[in-house]
DNA sequence: GCGGTTGTTTTGACTAATTCAAAACAACTG
DNA sequence: CAGTTGTTTTGAATTAGTCAAAACAACCGC
């Protein structure tokens, strides 16, 4: 499993090795969807992998998953209302916005430089990490529909 | 099912009258149960009401809960990694610091001002109706038993 | 106050999402 | 190339929440 040319690095795999994890073929096809297919679910994933690879089960892909969130490899996403997300982008402070109707999922970069989003007024001796921003809106798509639907 | 006094107007029922819903016993005792115990899940609320109310089942709370949540009486939260929480403070644009370790759950006033936390800086077509804005942290109890374990 | 209508709750079953555990297996080290 | 250790498979179980139909009770109008 060499790259092909030099010019090559075989970004996925090193990416894997680099976070102290074996590289093997699942994980690189899920790692592979997921650069595809931001903000995929374990099943849609184990859905997108399971024709390359059959013989995985979705317990692999949660495994995987589970793995690769712990080498923050992989960021999770939990959207109101539906299963668990999961997206390569790491390391920026990003934030998201899902549509109420469809469950879309979107990027957004971090609203107004980053400090705000990251220190509440008062935290009540709780040592903050992280702020998760989830906006919930309704996607163009779904804006079409419901005008339709309702007047 | 009278106030005692003049002096009680009996607030739990005259809300949930006000949203157009029926006034019954199940509903009174988790609109109360969720004043004095906020970020409830629905198992723990019918943990709490079930000694008062027998014969009362979870399906019920759900119901109860969906009904409150569609009418804007309650709002819901759904921590990553635990069950959907309810509480009754609405209409004040707050958000929450969750503890990774407990699932704790803390109110925080909004952040700064409210602008920023409703405008993304690219929406994409979507409409954006509101933000939730979840902080990850360690509390400080579990901050003090982080210490004894690791170091 | 009483009865009917309509909304609520109960009962019971069911699904989706995720986790646990043990055995089979394969990647990397030396 | 063999051993060690981490990974994946297999199979089952659990948690959280949903759906539907029947029993029931709150509220409106008389």
Same mark, same amino acid.
């Given at each position: 499993?060499?790259?092909?040319?030099?010019?090559?690095?075989?970004?996925?795999?090193? %990416?894997?090795? @680099? =976070? +102290? &994890?074996?590289?093997?073929?699942?994980?690189?096809?899920?790692?592979?969807?997921?650069?595809?297919?931001?903000?995929?679910?374990?099943?849609?994933?184990?859905?997108?992998?399971?024709?390359?690879?059959?013989?995985?089960?979705?317990?692999?892909?949660?495994?995987?998953?589970? %793995?690769?969130? @712990? =080498? +923050? &490899?992989?960021?999770?996403?939990?959207?109101?209302?539906?299963?668990?997300?999961?997206?390569?982008?790491?390391?920026?402070?990003?934030?998201?916005?899902?549509?109420?109707?469809?469950?879309?999922?979107?990027?957004?970069?971090?609203?107004?430089?980053?400090?705000?989003?990251?220190?509440?007024?008062?935290?009540?001796?709780?040592?903050?990490?992280?702020?998760?921003?989830?906006?919930?809106?309704?996607?163009?798509?779904?804006?079409?529909?419901?005008?339709?639907?309702?007047?």
């Amino acid at each position: 499993m060499q790259a092909a040319a030099g010019m090559e690095p075989d970004l996925p795999a090193r %990416a894997i090795r @680099a =976070a +102290g &994890l074996k590289v093997t073929a699942p994980r690189l096809a899920v790692l592979e969807m997921l650069r595809g297919a931001p903000h995929s679910s374990a099943e849609d994933i184990f859905a997108g992998i399971r024709s390359a690879l059959p013989g995985t089960s979705t317990q692999a892909v949660y495994g995987i998953l589970s %793995a690769f969130a @712990a =080498a +923050g &490899l992989v960021r999770r996403f939990d959207p109101p209302g539906s299963p668990t997300r999961f997206e390569c982008r790491v390391g920026d402070n990003h934030h998201h916005i899902v549509c109420v109707r469809c469950r879309a999922v979107r990027d957004v970069d971090c609203v107004v430089g980053q400090a705000p989003c990251l220190q509440p007024s008062d935290d009540s001796g709780f040592v903050v990490f992280a702020a998760e921003v989830t906006f919930n809106g309704l996607c163009k798509t779904c804006q079409e529909q419901a005008a339709h639907t309702e007047v």
